[in-house]
């Protein structure tokens, strides 16, 4: 385990506030990833998937860059519009 992982999991143990926040992050990162891939699996820039889905470019570049946390709606009309749905976990 390197020394920066040793040192942010004692953190977590340590402040149930810093646990919280560093999950929220890392939730709003991976959904990043996730509209990025699936833009990525499209072909299509920030522009043109931002047309196709209906949403501002702004709004996907947001989203992409993990700035913005979209709504559960926003994500399903994402999913929509490219043949997908969304599916708790």
Do not use: C, H, W
């Not at 040192?7 to 149930?16: P, V, W």
């Not at 949403?55 to 043949?83: C, F, H, Q, W, Y």
């Amino acid at each position: 385990m390197s020394k920066n992982s040793t040192a942010l999991k004692k953190r977590m143990n340590e402040s149930e506030e810093f646990k919280k926040a560093y999950v929220e992050e890392q939730r709003k990162l991976d959904l990043a990833d996730l509209i990025f891939e699936l833009r990525s699996q499209t072909g299509l820039s920030q522009t043109k998937f931002a047309e196709k889905v209906n949403k501002s470019r702004s709004t996907i570049a947001r989203i992409e860059n993990a700035t913005m946390e979209p709504s559960l709606s926003t994500v399903e009309d994402i999913a929509e519009a490219v043949g997908k749905r969304v599916e708790e976990k």
